[in-house]
């Protein structure tokens, strides 16, 4: 790894001198080294959450249909007629910026054994992507590495990939981020967690051999910043996935559940299986035994302290009785999966307060000497948590006060053709129909999926998923910006026909060492709890990348939220994006409409401008005009009539841009009277939507009947978007929007 | 009742797809391990699209040695209709059961799309009584999914009516746009496109019903 050095082996592992005076305190003597290694996984940032927990507790989290919130593999919902959805989001930025291909592709499986080990199948991968601009060789390596990990990873394991986002920004060139949402679901009475309960029973590691890669994942690669000769050296830290390994293993997990045959499971990830032993030791206060020579590996020779913290991929820790453990061989090897007793179930230590304590010993032999011993929960829940200095970036006033409204105008047209980007190139290398669910998929507003799947109930509900972010709006105002991005998910989901049931949020922020990075942390956490709380949204499960930096500089502030909104009946399929010639055009907004160019994509990509001030929510008047907009669709997908032919929100590019996008979509065209000014076409704010309709009547009476306000654009039709006199053709239009993809892969 | 098997290796993904659309298009389906060595009591046979074996060595070579591979290769030699859809064809041609390989596409990337696809023969088990030159509308998932063949068996799969589908416009480099074909007695079929991914206007199209319908009304007679 990093040359030799004369540093103290805690330093080494990274711990600080007053963790591991921590340690020392919570063992009453020092530890040893193998004890020391389990201290630095599990304490590591990735791992603990240690400087953003505090903050993390002012999310609220309960909700109706909340069955598991935040701490658990994933967050569950009941999703009604016995099926319950189970949803995580996770990072994989770090090793992605070194292994493009294998970290994307371990980003992917990583997330599905969260899914699976809560019991449901997973059903859908969504992928937000931020790179730096493509236009650079590096920035077309790192992008198609992580779309082929993705596809080849995913495709491959059977989970289809129904979505994502693609940002290009120069503040990702030396740290892109790689984010994966998974959604799996479940007959709600298969729903279990990760707890080792019953003296006796059995620890049984399934799936992979356990090997060398990965070893320090978490501490050395994902809790750590990237210097300048960094991405060689960090390279055997990033795992090596395999697809076909994992499929068996998602199928004989799903089978041993079905049978009853496991009592409590853990995936293997971060941290591998001190991680796995130590958690579920520690949620079911038991002792956990295990005897480190039984765990299969990869090569000879192999260290305690390695194998307890490999993070070789495609392993499973299931907690199983003496009685079943044949059976569960069986149905292990019917699938070709390995399944070996590597530890038990034992006597709990006691408390000082009497009760009970989870506590891991490591050994050589069941019986044997033991080389480790450790209270469980200190490794699990006990890390140190750090308040960490908060400091409003100096600068934040004088770009507050640098209007992007002041720029000079420029040629509208060609700026517009300058933002428009067709991503299915990244789209069409992901399967987005396995399952035969997906009514919507990439491209689209937001996925539509049916409720469905092997081994579920019957329905005919569905559920959407959206996956939104906006740094530029979040750098200027990171409570504000984190507020707006949940409105936006909201409008997405409301596209088509769902209504919001509830967040997960992966949260990728600079280096926590930052006073001005842990400011933008706190802020963006209260804006979430602030928009949760007035849209009445509980967050449920969620995940924090920090040190996302290169050479000592932050990236700007990117939580990515992800909303799971449920339909009730799905019975056709939504409007899309696409109107046809003759088709009224609408815009529906509030009375007070707020847009703004500060932190606009046209002010940020066009002009290479970061100053200004946000747009201001409504949320209230919000929620109620798209709630207008999901009961107008949701009327239609229910199989009832539909009186909208087709519907987008305006989001990132202002009104020009959704228009284009729509227009492109029908390969029709509109004539509008809007003024062709920068403020007109690029101003961007929530609230708003593009309805297409031939009942202008009835649309617009619901709209106003939800407080909202409707505005005519024109009718559908020719193949020029006119925005006054200023005309720009589809050819041009689609020329544009693929170029910038396809010239950067070619 | 048309009685399906829908064959299950490790790695195939499709097999409850499969189900779903042989189901809708009248046929009662079952899954079927890839240990079995006995195929008897269906009327059809289905290899479903995937990874078989996690596509080691090459798409489809691993599953040839597969125990039911037997059983399938004793069904088609009887003249029982098999369909290898996608991953499926892949393992029909490394069997040997139907002429040419499938490459990688020629632009090097996995591609998920809708195809339109132009129906070339009517005499297989699976476009029996479908006009030729009906277009229908299915969608294509595949990184291999580029047909070749030497110039001879080319010239004999045209000669013999053994292309089934061609592409109207060819996604992947495959040679004369072909998208499915049959061997000589028709019975066997092999496709790229999954036609259970088209068998509900919910999801966008219902095209794959034709060719599915077509296939347990084959099974009938078989």
């Known amino acids: ?746 | 009742m048309t009685k399906a098997a829908v064959v299950v290796f490790p790695g195939s993904n499709c097999e409850h797809d499969a189900v779903l659309g042989l189901e809708l298009a009248g046929a009662t389906a079952s899954l079927v391990w890839h240990t079995e060595r006995d195929l008897t009591g269906f009327d059809l046979v289905v290899l479903p699209g995937g990874f078989a074996h996690g596509d080691y060595l090459r798409p489809g070579a691993l599953a040839v040695i597969s125990p039911v591979m037997a059983a399938v290769s004793a069904f088609a030699e009887r003249g029982g209709p098999v369909v290898g859809i996608c991953n499926g064809f892949q393992v029909l041609t490394e069997a040997g059961l139907l002429p040419g390989a499938l490459q990688k596409n020629d632009h090097l990337s996995f591609n998920c799309e809708d195809a339109t696809l132009i129906v070339a023969n009517d005499r297989s088990s699976l476009t029996q009584g479908v006009a030729k030159g009906t277009k229908l509308s299915i969608p294509i998932n595949h990184f291999s999914g580029s047909y070749v063949c030497d110039a001879e068996t080319l010239m004999h799969l045209q000669n013999n009516d053994q292309i089934v589908l061609r592409y109207a416009v060819n996604p992947n480099g495959s040679l004369d746009d072909i998208a499915g074909v049959c061997n000589e007695a028709g019975n066997v079929v092999g496709l790229m496109p999954h036609p259970e991914r088209a068998c509900s206007s919910l999801l966008g199209s219902v095209d794959g019903l034709v060719l599915l319908r077509a296939l347990v009304e084959a099974s009938v007679f078989a």
């Not at chain 1, 992580?146 to 491959?156: L, R």
């Open chain 1, 1 to 746: 790894m990093a040359a030799p050095s004369l540093e103290p082996i805690h330093r080494q592992l990274g711990l600080t001198d007053a963790e591991l005076d921590l340690v020392i305190e919570v063992l009453g003597r020092q530890p040893n080294h193998l004890e020391l290694a389990l201290y630095s996984v599990m304490w590591s940032e990735h791992c603990s959450y240690k400087s953003s927990r505090i903050h993390l507790r002012r999310l609220p989290t309960t909700g109706d249909r909340v069955l598991v919130g935040p701490g658990e593999n994933a967050g569950v919902i009941d999703a009604g007629d016995g099926i319950a959805l189970a949803i995580r989001i996770e990072s994989h930025n770090h090793p992605s910026a070194i292994e493009p291909y294998q970290g994307a592709a371990t980003g992917v499986g990583g997330i599905l054994r969260d899914i699976f080990t809560m019991g449901a199948r997973p059903i859908a991968v969504m992928d937000p992507l931020f790179f730096g601009p493509p236009t650079s060789p590096r920035q077309r390596w790192l992008l198609e590495g992580v779309v082929s990990g993705v596809s080849g990873y995913g495709n491959s394991v059977g989970v289809p990939t129904i979505g994502g986002e693609l940002t290009f920004d120069p503040c990702y060139a030396g740290n892109p981020l790689v984010n994966v949402l998974c959604l799996g679901a479940l007959p709600t009475e298969r729903l279990v967690l990760g707890i080792a309960s019953g003296t006796g029973n059995l620890a049984v590691l399934l799936g992979s051999r356990t090997g060398r890669d990965g070893i320090g994942g978490v501490s050395v690669l994902a809790s750590a910043g990237f210097s300048a000769d960094d991405d060689q050296s960090k390279r055997p830290s990033v795992q090596v996935g395999d697809p076909y390994e994992e499929k068996r293993l998602i199928e004989a997990c799903l089978a041993l559940l079905d049978e009853k045959l496991v009592v409590g499971i853990q995936d293997l990830g971060g941290a591998g299986l001190v991680c796995a032993t130590s958690e579920t030791a520690a949620r079911g206060r038991v002792g956990m035994d295990v005897d480190v020579d039984a765990v299969p590996t990869r090569e000879s020779g192999m260290e305690p302290w390695e194998i307890m913290t490999s993070e070789s991929q495609e392993r499973m820790l299931a907690i199983v009785t003496p009685e079943g453990l044949a059976r569960v061989q069986e149905l292990c090897a019917r699938w070709e999966v390995r399944a070996t007793v590597v530890g038990r179930v034992t006597e709990p230590a006691i408390g000082s307060d009497g009760e009970p304590l989870g506590v891991l010993r490591i050994r050589h032999g069941f019986d044997g000497p033991i080389v480790a011993e450790v209270p469980a929960s200190s490794l699990a829940d006990d890390a140190p948590l750090y308040e960490r200095p908060l400091a409003r970036p100096a600068d934040l006033d004088a770009r507050h006060a640098d209007r992007p409204e002041a720029l000079p105008e420029g040629d509208v047209a060609a700026e517009l053709l300058q933002m428009l980007r067709d991503p299915v190139w990244v789209y069409r290398q992901y399967d987005h129909q396995l399952f035969l669910n997906t009514v919507t998929g990439p491209g689209s507003n937001a996925a539509l999926l049916r409720l469905a799947g092997p081994g579920l109930p019957p329905s005919t509900r569905g559920f959407a998923l959206t996956t939104d972010s906006n740094p530029r709006w979040c750098s200027l105002d990171p409570r504000a910006g984190t507020a707006l991005t949940l409105a936006e998910s909201i409008a997405n989901l409301a596209c088509v026909g769902s209504t919001p049931a509830a967040v997960v949020n992966c949260l990728n922020f600079g280096n926590p060492t930052h006073p001005e990075v842990m400011w933008q942390l706190s802020e963006s956490i209260d804006g979430l709890a602030e928009a949760c709380r007035a849209f009445e949204l509980p967050v449920i499960g969620g995940n924090v990348s920090l040190y996302n930096e290169s050479a000592g500089v932050d990236i700007d502030p990117t939580p990515v939220l992800g909303l799971l909104g449920l339909v009730e009946h799905v019975a056709a399929r939504p409007p899309v994006r696409a109107w046809a010639a003759g088709d009224s055009v609408l815009l529906a907004q509030l009375p007070e409409v707020s847009t703004s160019l500060g932190g606009s994509r046209w002010a940020r990509e066009v002009r290479g401008h970061s100053g200004g001030i946000l747009a201001s929510l409504d949320a209230p008047a919000h929620a109620e005009l798209c709630g207008a907009v999901a009961a107008l669709v949701a009327n239609g997908v229910a199989g009832g009539e539909q009186l909208l032919t087709a519907v987008h929100d305006v989001s990132g590019g202002g009104l020009g841009v959704a228009l284009i996008e729509m227009a492109l979509a029908s390969n029709v065209g509109l004539g509008t009277s809007l003024e062709a000014s920068a403020t007109s076409l690029f101003g961007e704010g929530p609230s708003r939507f593009i309805l297409g309709t031939r009942k202008v009547a009835e649309v617009t009476a619901a709209i106003e009947a939800a407080g909202g306000r409707v505005v005519m654009l024109g009718v559908a039709g020719g193949d020029n978007v006119a925005f006054g006199d200023v005309s720009i053709a589809l050819d041009d239009a689609r020329r544009a929007s693929s170029a910038l993809l396809e010239e950067a892969t070619v």
